[in-house]
């Protein structure tokens, strides 16, 4: 990749952070998708409970980060070892209307049977928690990074994603590949539970 290009989009990943809120207007210019980060699929569900603040976001995604112009950075592009950022907005890549949802984590705690490495997280984000794990693929070498991630944040505020147009945003832990992708979410109620002592009537 190319250094003008890079700081562009750390800056604008940067400017996702610190600006973008569901009440502001975003420029006409939005994130450019770059390669480096590639998502080879995903499932994004965001569940509207009646109770204020009590929203769910579960994520699973299929993602490959192949590290800047095909080559190696360490661990700064292995998701499992130094996390990523994720951003959901509302809209699309190229008509970002606010943001929804923000996090980042820092890394995963590693584990290994035989063949096989995975990660766990787990942590709070007020007033809800946030739990993560995360699969490498079989085919993952040391150029070719492909990992299986479950996302799950409880207790959050997700009213502002009343459409299932999301602009979903993954960067890697040194900020040199942020890349959106246009997602259709579901978008559901949750059920209501019934108050206690509460008796049906038969008739």
Not at 31 to 50: A, D, F, G, R, Y
Not at 166 to 192: E, K, R, Y
């Amino acid at each position: 990749m190319k250094q003008s290009a890079r700081i562009t989009l750390a800056g604008a990943f940067t400017w996702a952070f610190l600006i973008l809120s569901p009440y502001s207007t975003p420029p006409a210019q939005a994130l450019i998708t770059v390669t480096e980060i590639i998502l080879n699929s995903s499932s994004v569900q965001v569940i509207h409970n009646p109770t204020p603040g009590t929203d769910v976001l579960n994520m699973s995604l299929n993602v490959t980060d192949d590290g800047e112009g095909g080559g190696c950075e360490g661990g700064a592009d292995d998701f499992i070892a130094t996390g990523f950022n994720v951003l959901v907005l509302k809209g699309r890549c190229e008509s970002m209307i606010g943001l929804a949802f923000s996090y980042t984590i820092p890394g995963y705690v590693t584990h290994h049977i035989g063949s096989a490495t995975y990660g766990t997280y787990f942590a709070l984000k007020p007033p809800g928690t946030v739990a993560s794990k995360i699969v490498r693929g079989h085919d993952a070498t040391q150029y070719l990074r492909q990992v299986n991630i479950n996302f799950k944040a409880t207790g959050q505020d997700l009213e502002y994603l009343d459409s299932n147009q999301i602009a979903l945003v993954l960067d890697d832990s040194d900020h040199s590949g942020p890349s959106c992708f246009d997602v259709n979410a579901q978008i559901g109620i949750g059920i209501t539970k019934p108050s206690r002592g509460a008796h049906s009537v038969r008739h």
